[in-house]
């Protein structure tokens, strides 16, 4: 049988290099999707309450923001490869880390200095990295397409991910293992796998990297120059001050406190979580899918609003629902077209900016997005505190969101990429 076609039209563009990284991309989703089912359980279990959990994952997600800084606007110059690498050790790092202490200051340094993710979305450098190099090795006509794929295989990865965590921490829990020792299990794992992708980061060639003039990497220094970013800084920083917004309305409802929520709502168990977690991140991968066809048609930016504007509009009716089936049914209706503008957000990002700044522009606009989801979890442990606010998260998650929307058309329907010209 001809394996090659069964391989998407899009994808038949990949190189090696390109390969190698949705690999990367799914072995850390999946790493992500695992423990961000079962992160807050694992704290509570360990001893934390919910304002010190919050307060935890608000940190890890600042340090995260501080080290995926550091890390992209360098990589341009330095080497897309050896940031990977440190990335892949700081994930590691964390992951054990985590396992081996309950002390909550250890855990505030582990999560700070390392990369945990609480909400089964990227952090640390490196989908901005990633990013970069999958446009530097694929034509421009198939970036969005590309992307899309790519997105796809990350929300697969979580799916799986979330799925696994619940299937094996229930099997667990039917031994003699202690709730705690079950949860550790998941930690370990996501340590392991940042082990693994160390090996893999160090396979990419240097295709994927980008080589900025001479004249360029000896020029005096600026500020513009310290971040990787000339001649696209305004569109930069307009772009990330959007995204800063739109994460800090999602860290309201990160994967792992929305879990929570269900079970503090409804009395859910984890492996019913993982089941409910692992379709709604399916659906999430598939919508991207759609959203390369509708980009060609529509244009990136209307693409990244007209699909959002509902998505939000779904999100504030989930705590509305009256049972555990309709609150189910309108997440996975909300998840089915909440990663429609992902894609087509990558895509943008890389089309407007140079191709020297692709890896730095990636970079901050995905700090400022880590940033903004950084402090809203430090809310939402008070809030999950007090019986009476739990359904607030999602209120305020929505109405942040659909502001976001409205002034990204407003700021950049006039700006097309070069393909849509």
């Known amino acids: 049988m001809n394996t090659t076609a069964l391989v998407p039209a899009a994808l038949k563009v990949l190189t090696r290099d390109g390969y190698l990284l949705f690999l990367t991309r799914f072995l850390r989703l999946f790493a992500y999707g695992s423990l961000s089912v079962v992160l807050v359980f694992y704290l509570v279990s360990l001893g934390l309450n919910e304002s010190q959990t919050g307060l935890l994952l608000t940190l890890t997600l600042l340090g995260d923001t501080v080290i995926s800084l550091h890390l992209t606007t360098r990589a341009d110059r330095i080497g897309r490869r050896r940031m990977l690498i440190v990335g892949a050790i700081l994930m590691a790092a964390a992951g054990l880390a985590f396992a081996c202490t309950r002390n909550l200051l250890f855990l505030i340094i582990a999560g700070t200095i390392g990369v945990i993710s609480p909400s089964g979305n990227e952090v640390g450098p490196f989908l901005s990295i990633e990013q970069a190099a999958l446009a530097h090795v694929v034509p421009d006509r198939s970036r969005t397409e590309v992307f899309a794929w790519y997105t796809l295989a990350g929300s697969l990865a979580t799916a799986l991910g979330a799925l696994f965590a619940g299937l094996i921490t229930n099997a667990l829990q039917k031994t003699a293992m202690t709730p705690v020792a079950t949860y550790r299990v998941v930690v370990i794992l996501y340590a392991v796998i940042g082990v693994l992708l160390v090996g893999l ?35 930069v920083v307009k772009l990330s001050s959007l995204f800063a917004l739109d994460s800090f309305a999602g860290g309201f409802v990160v994967q792992s406190f929305a879990a929570y929520w269900f079970y503090l709502r409804f009395g859910v168990n984890p492996a019913t979580l993982g089941v409910i977690f692992f379709w709604a991140n399916i659906f999430a991968g598939i919508s991207a899918l759609v959203a390369s066809r509708l980009a060609a048609r529509w244009g990136l930016v209307n693409t990244m609003v007209f699909t959002h504007l509902p998505s ?23 998840f089915s077209i909440s990663q429609m503008d992902v894609p ?24 400022a997005r880590t940033t903004g989801a950084a402090i809203s979890p430090l809310f939402v442990g008070f809030m999950f505190a007090r019986p009476s606010w739990i359904n607030v998260p999602f209120f305020l998650a929505g109405a942040l969101k659909i502001l976001y929307d409205l002034l990204l058309y407003k700021e950049f329907a006039a700006i097309q990429a070069p393909e849509e010209r």
């Open 201 to 235: 980061f160090i396979g990419l060639s240097s295709a994927a990297e980008v080589h900025v003039p001479r004249e360029e990497s000896v020029s005096r220094p600026s500020i513009k120059s310290f971040f990787g970013i000339g001649q696209s800084h305004r569109v």
């Open 312 to 334: 939000n509009i779904l999100l504030i009716l989930v705590p509305l629902m009256p049972n555990l089936k309709l609150a189910v049914l309108v997440l996975l209706i909300r």
């Open 344 to 367: 087509a957000r990558q895509s943008y990002i890389m089309a407007v900016v140079n191709k020297e700044e692709r890896s730095a522009a990636a970079g901050i606009t995905g700090v």
